[in-house]
């Protein structure tokens, strides 16, 4: 071998040695200066597992500071339980108090979470919601969930959900590389989650959600002072226990499972709240607002007479009275008073026209129609108020009397929702004070002023006390009414006397069929000062119980209770009601708000004959009938 290819070959060995080491030096100066921060805390969570300790969730109570909603205990046994992700499989809390009470291994074996229990599971159901797990959708939206997480779904756990979760704890472990825990590093204890009070009286709700038994509609009923929701029922209904919970035993979990799909494919649509989402023609519960804009706007006053002969014709069109459509008879001449009591619809065509189609719309915007009322739910219908200029870029079409005729008697495009007309109503009964609707107690309520004329507030009472009067409309109300009027003929005596104020309504929607026939939705509002005493015989206001900061020992002893809450009937609900009434108080006057819905069967609901029992049902069972 030459002394040149020698040296050639050493040249070339020295060359890539160098080279070796330089990228080895390279490599080393990158893991350990320029990344070696991020490599070190890679290690260290290698090293190291966080837990995570789920914070309890925070109560839903009621307006008397009892829970609503509980917190139970739900066990499951861990496969593996020094392992940092163990499989597990549910267990009933018999087996896991077993366990718990045998050897330390056994008890290790024990892993627990929390579920809900809603102890009025239909009548509150569109009110509270009820929590699910976390979803794919969840993790996108919140950057502040976590995967296994129950979260609200609905209702007011959904609304309310952040103050409600609290703030989750954390152990952190030491762990070999095979992922077993050594040993505890460090501990945060989790902060439980808010407990929110209600202005929900949960005893009313359930004697209002039966009265609703197998029929479509809403009832809400609110604190005429303050604008407090304290009954809010919609059915068809659903269980949230159903949504929320679920079982150790594979067959009941299976049928837990099936019912959940029949909830969502229930043609009665179970999960939509009717009192809040739905938007439906007023009906002549509108001829309170067309009433009060005639009024404000000076074109009608108490001694204004119309004369009804049963039909009022313009040109070639007619428009006909419900009372000469179902009994072929005319009221002849009538003033606003007895016109709001018979609901006579051609003395509100003619107010309509008097006072114009935008003026109607200005009044109703001031009661918040054709606005959400902020009332604290998710998915709250606007309604439509419309307005000449609405029509015609909605429609292209222009306004004619016609159209002002129907939207006096609260027809044609007008749209409310259930709680739009509570709101109404609470504003009637607060002397002119709109109050905004709540569900969760606030140390202030939000209430203003409408600038309504005192004197027109007291002809439209005093229409409204004479519908739930003999030969209004309201027949349910007769004899209650009866002695209840004052004798001097006062509305605000008559008022506190315990005398009903109501209007009825039936309102046409859809399309005719082969007679010409619409269906009917029926309304029903009323204003009831309910004559409840506190021990002693005094009157009893209603007060504000003050929620527990901590309801820990209460939740623990109840999570041993049955899941399913023993029905009481409706005169046990009573004497509980009644014990927190005498404890508590209850508001001085209230409204009480009835749409029964048309279905299949019953096409053509009426607000007398429908929604008028309904709310007799709730005033009687109230004064211990």
Same mark, same amino acid.
């Given at each position: 071998?030459?002394?040149?290819?020698?040296?050639?070959?050493?040249?070339?060995?020295?060359?890539?040695?160098?080279?070796?080491?330089?990228?080895?030096?390279?490599?080393?100066?990158?893991?350990?200066?320029?990344?070696?921060?991020?490599?070190?805390?890679?290690?260290? @969570?290698?090293? &190291?597992?966080?837990?995570?300790?789920?914070?309890?969730?925070?109560?839903?109570?009621?307006?008397?500071?009892?829970?609503?909603?509980?917190?139970?205990?739900?066990?499951?046994?861990?496969?593996?339980?020094?392992?940092?992700?163990?499989?597990?499989?549910?267990?009933?809390?018999?087996?896991?108090?077993?366990?718990?009470?045998?050897?330390?291994?056994?008890?290790?074996?024990?892993?627990?979470?929390?579920?809900?229990?809603?102890?009025?599971?239909?009548?509150?159901?569109?009110?509270?919601?009820?929590? %699910?797990?976390?979803?794919? @959708?969840?993790?996108?939206? =919140?950057?502040?969930?976590?995967?296994?997480?129950?979260?609200?779904?609905?209702?007011?756990?959904?609304?309310?959900?952040?103050?409600?979760?609290?703030?989750?704890?954390?152990?952190?472990?030491?762990?070999?590389?095979?992922?077993?825990?050594?040993? =505890?590093?460090?501990?945060?204890?989790?902060?439980?989650?808010?407990?929110?009070?209600?202005?929900?009286?949960?005893?009313?709700?359930?004697?209002?959600?039966?009265?609703?038994?197998?029929?479509?509609?809403?009832?809400?009923?609110?604190?005429?002072?303050?604008?407090?929701?304290?009954?809010?029922?919609? =059915?068809?209904? #659903?269980?949230?226990?159903?949504?929320?919970?679920? #079982?150790?035993?594979?067959?009941?979990?299976?049928?837990?499972?099936?019912?959940?799909?029949?909830?969502?494919?229930?043609?009665?649509?179970?999960? &939509?709240?009717?009192?809040?989402?739905?938007?439906?023609?007023?009906?002549?519960?509108?001829?309170?607002?067309?009433?009060?804009?005639? /009024?404000?706007?000076?074109?009608?006053?108490?001694?204004?007479?119309?004369?009804?002969?049963?039909?009022?014709?313009?040109? $070639?069109?007619?428009?006909?009275?419900?009372?000469?459509?179902?009994?072929?008879?005319?009221?002849?001449?009538?003033?606003?008073?007895?016109?709001?009591?018979?609901?006579?619809?051609?003395?509100?065509?003619?107010?309509?026209?008097?006072?114009?189609?935008?003026?109607?719309?200005?009044?109703?915007?001031?009661?918040?129609?054709?606005?959400?009322?902020?009332?604290?739910?998710?998915?709250?219908?606007?309604?439509?108020?419309?307005?000449?200029?609405?029509?015609?870029?909605?429609?292209?079409?222009?306004?004619?009397?016609?159209?002002?005729?129907?939207? %006096?008697?609260?027809?044609?495009?007008?749209?409310?929702?259930?709680?739009?007309?509570?709101?109404?109503?609470?504003?009637?009964?607060?002397?002119?004070?709109? !109050?905004?609707?709540?569900?969760?107690?606030?140390?202030?309520?939000? !209430?203003?002023?409408?600038?309504?004329?005192? $004197?027109? /507030?007291?002809?439209?009472?005093?229409?409204?006390?004479?519908? !739930?009067?003999?030969?209004?409309?309201? &027949?349910?109300?007769?004899?209650?009414?009866?002695?209840?009027?004052?004798?001097?003929?006062?509305?605000?005596?008559?008022?506190?006397?315990?005398?009903?104020? !109501?209007?009825?309504?039936?309102?046409?929607?859809?399309?005719?069929?082969?007679?010409?026939?619409?269906?009917?939705? %029926?309304?029903?509002?009323?204003?009831?000062?309910?004559?409840?005493?506190?021990?002693?015989?005094?009157?009893?206001?209603? =007060?504000?119980?003050?929620?527990?900061?901590?309801?820990?020992?209460?939740?623990?002893?109840?999570?041993?209770?049955?899941?399913?809450?023993?029905?009481?009937?409706?005169?046990?609900?009573?004497?509980?009601?009644?014990?927190? +009434?005498?404890?508590?108080?209850?508001?001085?006057?209230?409204?009480?708000?009835?749409? +029964? @819905?048309?279905?299949?069967?019953?096409?053509?609901?009426?607000?007398?004959?429908?929604?008028?029992?309904?709310?007799?049902?709730?005033?009687?069972?109230?004064? %211990?009938?």
């Amino acid at each position: 071998m030459r002394p040149r290819t020698v040296n050639i070959r050493f040249l070339i060995f020295v060359f890539l040695f160098f080279l070796t080491f330089s990228v080895l030096g390279l490599r080393l100066v990158d893991l350990q200066l320029v990344h070696g921060q991020t490599y070190l805390k890679q290690a260290d @969570e290698n090293r &190291f597992y966080t837990q995570t300790l789920a914070a309890r969730r925070g109560s839903l109570l009621d307006r008397y500071g009892e829970p609503l909603v509980w917190n139970i205990q739900k066990y499951y046994r861990a496969l593996t339980p020094s392992a940092l992700f163990t499989q597990r499989e549910p267990i009933t809390r018999e087996e896991a108090l077993r366990l718990l009470s045998s050897s330390a291994s056994e008890s290790a074996h024990v892993v627990s979470d929390t579920e809900r229990l809603y102890r009025y599971p239909s009548s509150l159901a569109h009110v509270l919601g009820y929590v %699910g797990e976390v979803t794919a @959708e969840d993790l996108e939206r =919140q950057d502040d969930v976590r995967l296994n997480q129950h979260i609200g779904k609905a209702g007011l756990e959904l609304i309310h959900e952040r103050e409600l979760r609290g703030i989750d704890g954390k152990v952190i472990f030491e762990v070999d590389a095979l992922g077993q825990r050594l040993r =505890q590093i460090g501990k945060e204890d989790a902060q439980p989650g808010q407990d929110i009070q209600t202005t929900l009286d949960p005893y009313l709700n359930e004697v209002a959600s039966r009265t609703l038994s197998g029929i479509r509609g809403t009832i809400i009923i609110t604190d005429a002072q303050t604008g407090q929701v304290i009954a809010l029922s919609s =059915q068809p209904s #659903f269980d949230p226990n159903i949504l929320s919970q679920s #079982f150790a035993d594979p067959e009941q979990e299976k049928l837990r499972k099936q019912k959940v799909q029949d909830f969502f494919q229930d043609p009665q649509k179970v999960f &939509f709240n009717r009192a809040i989402a739905g938007a439906y023609p007023p009906g002549s519960i509108f001829k309170l607002v067309t009433a009060l804009a005639g /009024l404000e706007e000076k074109k009608i006053d108490a001694s204004t007479q119309v004369v009804d002969e049963g039909v009022l014709k313009v040109g $070639e069109f007619q428009y006909g009275n419900w009372y000469f459509r179902q009994f072929g008879r005319a009221e002849g001449s009538i003033g606003l008073v007895r016109a709001l009591a018979r609901s006579n619809d051609i003395y509100f065509y003619k107010v309509a026209e008097w006072t114009g189609p935008n003026q109607l719309a200005t009044m109703a915007k001031v009661f918040g129609l054709g606005e959400k009322t902020g009332i604290g739910l998710p998915a709250e219908a606007r309604g439509l108020v419309p307005t000449t200029d609405w029509k015609e870029q909605a429609r292209g079409e222009r306004w004619f009397l016609g159209n002002t005729y129907h939207y %006096g008697i609260g027809q044609g495009d007008v749209l409310t929702s259930p709680v739009q007309i509570a709101q109404l109503t609470q504003a009637l009964a607060n002397n002119g004070k709109l !109050c905004k609707l709540s569900l969760v107690s606030q140390s202030e309520n939000e !209430c203003r002023e409408l600038g309504i004329k005192t $004197e027109n /507030l007291r002809l439209v009472d005093e229409g409204m006390i004479e519908a !739930c009067s003999s030969t209004g409309t309201a &027949f349910p109300f007769f004899p209650y009414n009866a002695t209840r009027l004052s004798s001097s003929g006062d509305t605000e005596e008559s008022l506190r006397n315990g005398a009903a104020a !109501c209007k009825t309504g039936t309102a046409e929607f859809g399309g005719a069929d082969e007679q010409g026939y619409r269906k009917t939705h %029926g309304w029903f509002t009323l204003i009831v000062q309910p004559q409840l005493t506190k021990e002693g015989g005094e009157s009893a206001p209603a =007060q504000e119980a003050t929620p527990s900061a901590v309801l820990d020992d209460k939740l623990n002893e109840l999570a041993s209770l049955p899941l399913a809450v023993p029905s009481l009937s409706e005169g046990e609900l009573y004497q509980k009601w009644r014990e927190k +009434v005498t404890q508590r108080g209850f508001p001085e006057r209230i409204t009480i708000t009835v749409l +029964v @819905e048309s279905d299949d069967i019953n096409k053509f609901r009426e607000g007398s004959k429908d929604g008028g029992p309904i709310a007799k049902k709730l005033v009687d069972w109230m004064m %211990g009938n």
